[in-house]
């Protein structure tokens, strides 16, 4: 199976950007790389996800390295309300599988 | 509806008895993913439907839990004579085009199963 890996845990300083990187060494070249984040109390929601290009949407930017083997989420400006537990799952097949993710905290 | 639709909310039972539990996926969402979720850790793949047909149980732990979704929309995930070590929040998910670049997916609220 193909896998992710994440940093446990990451920091970050209200309205600065955060890059949240994810390595997929062993990604396939049909697997599609997608970004969820899991506020505290709530179920995981869509964030973004692409396949070979750099992906743009209200919520944030990806940045998919040209070999494909890691990936960046970019959020722009960080608020509170972004701390989050963020997971990059490889959509292999329709295999959506989680991991541990890696949990944001956004310091005021 | 309007989202994904999980029932009961919370689920007290007593080990050894059966429980049902319920996802009605946003109408015409073609894929339906079951995960458990323990407390601080993430979502545990469990199975997936794609219409009536289960694409995949690998990750179902043994042979007590079950997942059917006999009309390929309202699914039930069924764990027999329960333990406590299957306490954790239960979640559903749905997307509407598998394989699609519109392979996203919706969560429920999820059921909070507790065995005592």
């Known amino acids: 199976d193909a896998k992710t890996t994440q940093p446990n845990s990451m920091e970050s300083n209200e309205e600065e950007p955060v890059h949240l990187p994810c390595n997929h060494s062993?990604?396939?070249?049909?697997?599609?790389i997608h970004w969820y984040r899991q506020l505290p109390s709530q179920g995981p929601e869509y964030v973004i996800h692409?396949?070979?290009s750099n992906v743009n949407n209200r919520m944030a930017s990806l940045a998919i390295a040209e070999d494909r083997k890691s990936s960046t989420l970019i959020l722009h400006r960080a608020t509170l309300r972004d701390a989050a537990v963020y997971y990059c799952?490889?959509?292999?097949?329709?295999?959506?599988?989680f991991g541990a993710g890696t949990r944001l905290t956004v310091k005021p | 509806g309007a989202g994904v639709s999980q029932s009961p909310r919370y689920k007290v039972t007593k080990r050894g008895q059966d429980v049902a539990l319920r996802c009605d996926p946003i109408?015409?969402?073609?894929?339906l993913y079951w995960y458990r979720q323990a407390l601080g850790q993430g979502p545990e793949f469990l199975t997936y439907?794609?219409?009536?047909?289960?694409?995949?149980k690998s990750g179902l732990p043994n042979d007590r839990f079950s997942a059917e979704r006999p009309e390929g929309s309202i699914s039930t995930l069924t764990i027999q004579r329960t333990e406590q070590r299957d306490s954790a929040m239960y979640r559903c998910?749905?997307?509407?085009?598998?394989?699609?670049?519109?392979?996203?997916?919706?969560f429920g609220s999820g059921t909070q199963l507790s065995v005592l």
């Open positions: 062993t990604i396939s070249g049909t697997d599609y």
């Open positions: 799952i490889l959509d292999n097949n329709n295999d959506m599988r």
């Open positions: 109408s015409g969402h073609v894929s």
């Open positions: 439907f794609n219409y009536e047909a289960q694409q995949d």
């Open positions: 692409g396949l070979t």
């Open positions: 998910a749905s997307s509407l085009a598998p394989g699609t670049t519109n392979e996203k997916l919706f």
